[in-house]
């Protein structure tokens, strides 16, 4: 037993204090314990680590998401009638991160354009301009069409069954071409250009009032596109390209032509599938299956 004497000058009394001898096996305890804490810091690290190089590869997915959107989305202004107003949809573009501006047989820009489009001016100097769709279709190989009209149809207007901003937001695949087309102040989008169309969207509004201002529309549609922007592309879910659609419906027109039907009952029914492939957004995968499936039906009834 060691004496040790505390407070020199401040107080007098002794402490006494045991230094204990310890035995071997509290030894290997205490080495035991050090080494589990020592074990336990570098599992902690290692989590940290992984934990980190999670968030940095969703920030980096999201990064990704972030680029395709600008890139791979195209709006296009079908015969504008005045200037100003492709001022006003480049502003609102520029609002919500979108650049790539097409205009089909506009008229002359001039400085009401570039006026109109405040901080959007650089979209309106960007702009490319084609004499029609099918010439920017076939330039930029668009994998998929978007219609917007303030007219939306009944089930008797096939080409008109339209589906609304918020779903269009939720489910559009940013690493597809995608072209959303606006149509003329007075006349909006011909049936013609609307039936060439993958899908249509419209906006809800006051049947007393439905044409919506052309900006206005498209901050509505381009809002929703936005905020959703974090959550496009679902890992292993690709959506199957254009290509793989057109040969998707060129096996089912095939079908409904071998079909003794009258022949409106044939052009309904191809246009009734068309619609349902393109509201249905299908992955590759499925295109396939349901290809695989088709022509099996083909085989099964040329036999008969």
């Known amino acids: 037993m060691e004496l040790i004497k505390i407070g020199d000058v401040a107080v007098s009394e002794e402490k006494v204090v045991e230094n204990p001898t310890m035995t071997s096996a509290e030894n290997k305890e205490e080495s035991k314990s050090e080494k ?13 680590s992984r934990g980190t190089g999670r968030v940095k590869l969703v920030r980096q997915k999201e990064d990704e998401m972030v680029s395709l959107f600008k890139d791979n989305i195209y709006i296009v202004f079908v015969e504008c ?7 006003f949809l480049a502003r609102t573009m520029a ?3 979108l ?5 089909i047989n506009p008229p002359t820009l001039t400085k009401e354009a570039y006026y109109q489009a405040t901080h959007g001016k650089y979209i309106v100097e960007n702009a490319k301009i084609y004499p ?4 920017f279709y076939q330039s930029q190989r668009i994998d998929f069409k978007v219609a917007s009209t303030g007219m939306a149809g009944g089930s008797y207007n096939l080409s008109r069954i339209p589906i609304k901003p918020e779903e269009l937001g939720k ?12 149509g003329r102040e007075g006349n909006g989008l011909t049936n013609k250009e609307i039936d060439n169309c993958d899908i249509c ?12 201002n052309i900006s206005h529309a498209a901050a509505i549609i381009f809002y929703e596109l936005f905020k959703n922007k974090h959550e496009f592309g679902v890992e292993g879910l690709s959506e199957s390209s254009n290509l793989e659609k057109e040969y998707l419906k060129k096996d089912m027109d095939e079908l409904i032509d071998s079909l003794d039907i009258p022949e409106h009952k044939k052009r309904n029914g191809k ?5 349902i492939i393109s509201r249905a957004f299908i992955t590759g995968r499925e295109a396939h299956t349901l290809k695989g499936i088709l022509r099996r039906l083909k085989n099964r009834m040329g036999e008969k």
């Open 132 to 135: 029609s769709l099918d010439d």
């Open 81 to 87: 009638e005045t200037p100003g107003n492709i001022g």
């Open 95 to 97: 609002n919500f991160g």
């Open 201 to 212: 969207v419209s906006i809800p509004t006051d049947p007393t009032y439905p044409i919506m």
């Open 271 to 275: 246009k009734t599938f068309n619609n």
């Open 171 to 182: 489910s559009i695949n940013v690493s597809n071409k995608t072209a959303i087309l606006f």
């Open 99 to 103: 650049k790539n501006l097409i205009l």
């Open 36 to 48: 589990t804490s020592t074990s336990t810091k570098k599992a902690k690290s290692k989590t940290q």
